[in-house]
């Protein structure tokens, strides 16, 4: 199996070159996150790809992983406060589309969705989302593994810091 091959060869970069990775293994990266499951297929979590070096220069500030504004892309994985249920209707509404249903044809799994999620706490939704991130975080080290691309798993950027872009 090739994947073992190519997992073999990654590990956890601690100092990069200058090189830049190309804009079409970026892609393909993203590509492969877009296509990782999660939980009801929510994807409570929106991904940034950040180039550009102050805004990277200003996340690593204070800590001890030089790979934040040393390496050629940033993938911050951000979760979602908050479920809400105009987010759940686009959601559903979307998948009726794609299936080429009726609007309306998956409203049982909407309110079902929407009676889930109203009641969560904004600290359950947090750690409910932070879960479906991680799995998008394991999905891009395995991508970059396979498009020999060198990457670093962290964690720890401030909850909310990305609204200050
Ligand atoms: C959630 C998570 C957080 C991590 N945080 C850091 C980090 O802040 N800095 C770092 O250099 N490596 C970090 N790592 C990488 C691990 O230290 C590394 O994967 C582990 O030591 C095994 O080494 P390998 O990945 O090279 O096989 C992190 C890994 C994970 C999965």
Redesign the pocket.
């Known amino acids: 199996m090739e994947l073992i091959k190519n997992l073999k060869w990654?590990?956890?970069v601690?100092k990069y070159s200058d090189e830049q990775v190309s804009e079409d293994k970026v892609d393909q990266i993203v590509e492969a996150i877009n296509l990782t499951a999660s939980s009801c297929g929510i994807q409570p979590y929106r991904m940034f790809v950040i180039t550009n070096p102050e805004v990277r220069q200003r996340l690593g500030e204070g800590s001890f992983?030089a790979?934040i504004h040393a390496s050629s892309h940033l993938l911050v994985f951000a979760g979602f406060n908050e479920i809400t249920s105009d987010y759940i209707s686009d959601y559903v509404l979307m998948m009726e589309q794609q299936r080429n249903l009726e609007n309306g044809a998956l409203n049982v799994l909407k309110d079902t969705l929407i009676d889930y999620f109203s009641p969560q706490t904004t600290e359950q939704n947090t750690i409910w989302s932070d879960k479906q991130a991680?799995i998008g975080?394991g999905t891009a080290l395995i991508a970059a593994a396979e498009l020999k691309v060198d990457a670093?798993?962290?964690?720890?950027l401030i909850r909310n810091c990305l609204m200050k872009f």
């Open positions: 990654r590990y956890a601690k992983n790979q991680y975080l670093t798993p962290m964690e720890g």
